[in-house]
């Protein structure tokens, strides 16, 4: 049997396994390692899992929180948010940095406005109090 004997299809596969026969062998010769002793070993492919982490936050259900447009995704402008939920269940893969929050949007009349989500920089989140000063009115949520 010779090449013009094959089909195109069939010479693309022949192709396809040749290449794929060097890659394993050129990965088999680079897969020896110099140990410290100068003895040769073979280098662990032990699969690597990340591990979740789940965020530490300051904030409790009941607090309100303000973020501005940088801290938290899917922004629209800066937020103020009446927190309902602190979703630390889902937060976990984002590696301790963003967080996922439910809560009740508040507007400029301090009246609530719609229910919203939003994932929100860890380290942006302070009470309200906390954000203006002692002096201004608590927001904290009681007990």
Known sequence: MNVFDLSPAQIRNRLILQARRAALAAEARQRPGACAQGL?????TVPVTRVPV????????GDVVRLAESDYRYADGPLRLRIVRVRLDVSEWYGGRWVWLEGVEIGPD??????????????????????????????RASP
């Open 110 to 139: 301090d009246q609530g406005r719609s229910f919203r989500q939003a994932l929100a920089r860890v380290a942006a989140l302070r009470p309200e109090e906390d954000q203006q000063g002692p002096t201004d009115s608590v927001t």
């Open 54 to 61: 789940i965020p530490r936050v300051g904030v409790v259900p």
């Open 40 to 44: 040769v070993g073979v280098v662990s």
